[in-house]
């Protein structure tokens, strides 16, 4: 059987199907950082804007919500404990919400890479 390959830099659009799935996911993964911050949660989060970046997503919104991120881990390795302050919150899920209406700009190709990318290096790095 034949396997059709794509022109290398060629972009796939993301079905509707995916955007709905992939945005469900992110909301998600805002949410429970904000209502269970744990680093696990934390960590979720963190992936899936990687994930977006490597993706070639260019948006603010990544820049706000890892500005958001960084300020939680800050305060993790001063305080030792993950929490989530309102102003925070706040700034979590205005970024989820303009990264949303973004999500069917990325290529499905792009994307596919990118979690297998991000996924490795979480890999080697947690070893």
């Given at each position: 059987?034949?396997?059709?390959?794509?022109?290398?830099?060629?972009?796939?659009?993301?079905?509707?199907?995916?955007?709905?799935?992939?945005?469900?996911?992110?909301?998600?993964?805002?949410?429970?950082?904000?209502?269970?911050?744990?680093?696990?949660?934390?960590?979720?989060?963190?992936?899936?804007?990687?994930?977006?970046?490597?993706?070639?997503?260019?948006?603010?919104?990544?820049?706000?919500?890892?500005?958001?991120?960084?300020?939680?881990?800050?305060?993790?390795?001063?305080?030792?404990?993950?929490?989530?302050?309102?102003?925070?919150?706040?700034?979590?899920?205005?970024?989820?919400?303009?990264?949303?209406?973004?999500?069917?700009?990325?290529?499905?190709?792009?994307?596919?890479?990118?979690?297998v990318e991000v996924e490795v290096?979480?890999?080697?790095?947690?070893?």
């Amino acid at each position: 059987m034949h396997k059709r390959a794509f022109q290398k830099g060629a972009r796939i659009p993301m079905t509707a199907e995916t955007y709905s799935r992939l945005a469900l996911q992110l909301r998600m993964a805002g949410e429970a950082l904000i209502t269970h911050p744990t680093p696990d949660t934390y960590n979720q989060l963190t992936k899936m804007l990687a994930t977006l970046v490597r993706a070639k997503m260019d948006s603010p919104a990544i820049d706000d919500a890892n500005k958001a991120l960084s300020d939680i881990c800050d305060r993790f390795e001063e305080e030792g404990r993950i929490y989530v302050t309102d102003d925070e919150a706040v700034r979590i899920r205005q970024a989820v919400a303009r990264l949303d209406s973004q999500l069917p700009n990325v290529a499905v190709n792009h994307f596919r890479q990118a979690v297998v990318e991000v996924e490795v290096f979480c890999a080697s790095v947690g070893a």
